[in-house]
């Protein structure tokens, strides 16, 4: 298996957190510290942030940005397309020293569409380069843009040429999400359209979608179809995957929260992790947020999406839409650890 490119920026373990509106806050990231070993740095996406925004905002007052403390390995992420307001964004967005920055191209929610920011950029190859161009020119951390393979057809050719633009103009690396425009968030990505273009570009190039367990995301890696692998909402239902990964490749170290312990590994250990998982979640909500009403929303948003991998999902889902305080929902939570059996499925169909 060849080395990773992610090697030569400085990144030792090419697996890492994808962006993820109202999922990635600070909250999830510590959970999903919490579940990996001190000694691995995966690099964990921000939410998307506009650059029509940020510049006015005041950063420590930005839910999206607030941050662990000594965390260097995140990445946020920005949407926009006008130089004023990247540079303007980026200055604001230093002072909390990311390891990088990350342009979102591929968004395809209507009103981003509108002003032809996210997926859209992907209609227009020159201004998207013009964009990575802005970018690197106001950064002094590496840039990579997260992209899909495509609008409506998947075609090699306009992959290639759209990222071979993107190389030229200096992104340091490029995620690929392997799923078409139209197909938004569902059904199986195209892992082969995107395997053929790490050998085509000289940049790393990390897969993205539909990536749900260590072992979908080590084979990938080893079969040496992309430099990196960054996971989605499994995620959220897996919070521990980093571990598994790390464990998979002879990594020895364990989280310190689990010392001398081995990741789970079957369907009912990783159904009482999850639970212990949603124990933190509720507690790092209450930790780095103020507002109830927000962290409640925060919370049922989580379950809704990490819930559909668990067999009796629905049930915990049912007991967390009607809890009404986070000490309400905590509560559930731990009952539900020592007397229910709550086994996970390795896979699920994205519908
Ligand atoms: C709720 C939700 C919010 C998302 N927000 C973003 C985002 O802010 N920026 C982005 O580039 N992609 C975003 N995505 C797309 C994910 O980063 C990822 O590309 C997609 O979920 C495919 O990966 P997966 O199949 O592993 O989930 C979002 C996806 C979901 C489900």
């Known amino acids: 298996m060849e080395a990773s490119r992610l090697n030569r920026l400085g990144i030792d373990f090419p697996f890492m957190v994808a962006p993820m509106v109202g999922l990635t806050h600070v909250a999830f990231r510590a959970v999903v510290r919490h579940f990996t ?99 690197k020119k106001h950064s002094t951390v590496p840039v990579s843009v997260k992209m899909r393979c495509g609008q409506d057809v998947a075609d090699p050719q306009f992959l290639d040429d759209f990222t071979a633009a993107l190389e030229s103009a200096g992104a340091d690396w490029l995620t690929i999400h392997a799923r078409l425009q139209s197909q938004k968030h569902k059904g199986d990505a195209d892992w082969n359209l995107v395997g053929d273009l790490r050998q085509k570009r000289s940049i790393p190039i990390v897969m993205n979608g539909d990536i749900q367990t260590a072992q979908d995301a080590l084979s990938i890696y080893q079969s040496g179809q992309a430099d990196g692998i960054m996971i989605g909402r499994a995620a959220t239902a897996r919070p521990w995957i980093l571990w598994q990964i790390a464990h998979a490749l002879g990594h020895r170290e364990s989280p310190e929260a689990f010392p001398g312990m081995s990741p789970p590994q079957t369907p009912e250990e990783e159904g009482r992790f999850f639970l212990m998982a949603m124990v933190k979640f509720i507690d790092s909500l209450d930790q780095y947020f ?40 905590r509560r559930v939570t731990e009952e539900m650890i020592d007397t229910v059996n709550f086994p996970m499925t390795s896979r699920i169909n994205f519908f």
């Open 37 to 135: 070993p001190k000694s691995v740095n995966p690099l964990l996406f921000t939410e998307m942030l506009s650059t029509r925004r940020l510049p006015f905002e005041r950063i420590d007052r930005v839910d999206e940005l607030k941050i662990m403390a000594g965390e260097r390995y995140f990445i946020p992420q920005i949407l926009g397309n006008e130089e004023t307001f990247i540079q303007r964004s980026i200055q604001k967005l230093m002072p909390l020293e990311p390891w990088g920055l990350d342009i979102n191209m591929g968004c395809p929610a209507r009103q981003h569409l509108q002003h032809n920011w996210g997926v859209r950029l992907l209609g227009d190859r020159d201004y998207a380069a013009r964009v990575v161009e802005m970018t």
């Open 290 to 329: 103020d507002n109830d009403d927000k962290n409640m929303r925060r919370l049922r948003f989580y379950v809704i999406n990490a819930h559909k991998w668990f067999l009796f999902g629905h049930s915990y889902y049912s007991k967390c839409m009607k809890a009404r305080t986070l000490t309400e929902a």
